[in-house]
């Protein structure tokens, strides 16, 4: 299919951030040109287009990538709230997970991708519990999603992670697979050193949740003498390196860990504020170097899947923890959750607009009060804008949401029935397992 966007402000994501006037073509997934000079527009009026939108000077720019997530938690919003970390997980989520079925994650899903839609998400970083539901729901939804694996003491074992890797690997256009585990303190040392062994053999990088809380780092010390990110060096973890989630209490030894070994630290705001985890030193991790990317964690601990408030959470709190209004700026959170977010998840055809590139884009509503008045369009991004500036997002040249429109194969009322049907179940279950 051929679409031609005319009329458009352009933000490439290519250095340095400019914005331009001009088109963007589409053939097919790809991106075919991206510019204004004066003899290539004349030759658009010699090709059949498909489709030619007019843009009307909003912006066109690269989707969002959600670095972390758990789709399949959708279920759990609003449910599991008001609880410090230990408690919310073992007294609220791990007995409702319990009683999923992949059907239940499959639909669970489906409704965070809508939502990821809204928001400007063209990909994200899936760890949960059942892989082929995920992929399932993004290939129908037409979703790009990479699957982490999810391995602990008590899910998944290391042989059938290895399985999904060879199973997902450069297989599919939109569904990608990386290794994984959920933490230090759920996977036991034999475990850890079989991922390093799997790591190893496929040069891959690992993934993992990491430092999110002062107990998980003061418990692992008193266990191994390490940091939990310096356990895992040593046992051999990163030596292709990887990311870890949430990275809120990380020591200057593991940050200097983090850039010798090409590890990236994915940070969720919004969830280690609702959970009373901490507040990341955004300031300090760009002073030493490291590569950040941004992620909205699962619903049941955010419970918004919304980068829009993931961006201002992260440069507001960086600019207040560090006590200097001018740390942490926009193009600094901008390149987080776009740039860095397809670097850490190796979608490297989906970081810029660019010749060649995959059509992952989404047009960006400026005539709308809260972008009002465009003294500078990339500062309105990050501190004013919200869901309701997105206009279309489009993944691989399908326009997947449009004017609060759905394109996804499947009625939006209907993926809700299914997934309060699942939530009806859910505590019907628990509640009977009480009595």
């Known amino acids: 299919m051929r679409i031609r966007f005319y009329h458009a402000r352009i933000l490439t994501m290519e250095e340095p951030l400019t914005i331009i006037e001009g088109e963007i073509w589409i053939k097919d997934e790809k991106i075919v040109y991206v510019g204004s000079l004066e003899e290539d527009l004349k030759l658009s009026e010699m090709i059949e287009w498909d489709r030619e939108i007019d843009v009307c ?18 279920f759990l919003r609003s449910f599991a709230d008001d609880f410090p970390l230990k408690e919310w997980l073992e007294e609220k989520v791990f007995p409702a997970e319990a009683l999923l079925g992949e059907e239940d994650i499959y639909q669970c899903a489906r409704l965070a991708i809508l939502e ?13 519990l059942a892989p082929d539901a995920m992929a399932k729901a993004a290939k129908e ?16 074992s290391v042989n059938q992670m290895e399985e999904w890797y060879q199973n997902y690997r450069d297989s599919e256009e939109l569904v990608q697979f990386q290794l994984g585990f959920h933490a230090e303190y759920t996977t ?7 991922i390093a062994i799997l790591a190893e053999e496929y040069h891959a990088p690992v993934f993992t949740h990491n430092a999110e809380t002062e107990n998980e780092v003061e418990t692992c010390v008193a266990k191994t003498g390490y940091t939990p990110l310096a356990y895992l060096v040593k046992l051999g973890l990163f030596k292709h390196g990887g990311g870890i989630y ?9 940050r200097r860990l983090c850039k010798e070994k090409n590890i990236a630290v994915i940070v969720n705001a919004a969830s280690n504020l609702k959970l009373a985890s901490g507040i990341i030193p955004v300031r300090t991790f760009l002073k030493d170097g490291l590569t950040l990317a941004i992620g909205t964690d699962g619903a049941a ?3 918004c899947l919304d980068m829009f408030r993931e961006m201002f959470l992260v440069s507001g709190l960086g600019k207040a923890v560090s006590k200097d209004a001018a740390a942490v700026g926009a193009k600094d959170v ?19 607009l660019a010749a060649g590139k995959d059509a992952d884009l989404i047009m960006f509503d400026l005539h709308q009060p809260n972008m009002q008045p465009l003294n500078d369009i990339i500062k309105n991004i990050v ?5 309701q500036n997105v206009k279309m997002t489009m993944i691989r040249g399908k326009i997947l949401y449009e004017d609060g429109k759905f394109f996804v194969g499947e009625e939006p009322e209907k993926i809700y029935n299914m997934v309060n049907q699942v939530v009806t179940r859910i505590k019907r279950d628990l509640e009977e397992k009480t009595e």
């Open 188 to 194: 036991s040392e034999e475990i850890l050193k079989e």
């Open 116 to 128: 990821y839609l809204t928001s400007g998400i063209t990909a994200a970083a899936d760890m949960y």
């Open 301 to 303: 601990s955010n419970n």
């Open 383 to 387: 501190y004013s804008g919200s869901k």
């Open 246 to 254: 949430h990275g809120v209490y990380l020591s200057e030894e593991d």
């Open 334 to 352: 901008l390149r987080m959750a776009t740039v860095n977010g397809a670097k850490v998840l190796r979608l490297f055809d989906s970081d810029v």
């Open 57 to 74: 000077g909003n912006l066109l720019m690269p989707g969002f990538k959600n670095a972390h997530t758990h789709s399949g938690m959708t």
């Open 141 to 156: 939804t037409g979703f790009k999603t990479v699957l982490i694996g999810a391995v602990n003491d008590f899910t998944h």
